[in-house]
């Protein structure tokens, strides 16, 4: 599905959860798209939400997404999903452990109807390249098992 799409849908969320008094966050793929174009496949929607919304307010955003028709995903408690469409919901505390962003000092940005706040390219930058830093060290370590494994099995064969 290509941005505009998306995008659409996002505005549509937003504006839901504006009249419950959230502004969210564009984030993921989509967010840096809206900054730069598209490069490839967008597959779900990311947006960021105060973390309370995982915790004691989450019975309340399970409302807010069932009122519009998404339902919640039984494996991933914060991905809802309706036909194709996926929303994933990520938490600003964890944003701001994971790269030091403090949506707070961000201001609103609205588009229709719909108040959110947007990532800069630079925090997409610092995120970007410390998730791959993360999965590169993951890389690393599965690398090391994989030989130890393959080793093992060449020096006692079945």
Sequence with gaps: MNFDRKFS?????AEVLNKYGIIPTLYGSLGVYRLIGQLDEIDDIDIVIPSIYAEEKLPELLKIMQGIDYKQDKTFPHE???GEEQISFALEEELKEFVGVDLSRYKTIKVGN?????????????FYKKALKER?????KMKIKIRALEKSLENNPK
């Design 9 to 13: 849908i996002f505005l549509e969320i």
């Design 80 to 82: 809802f999903f309706k």
């Design 114 to 126: 719909a108040e959110f706040r947007e990532l800069s390219p630079e925090d997409y930058l610092k």
């Design 136 to 140: 590169d060290f993951k890389i690393k």
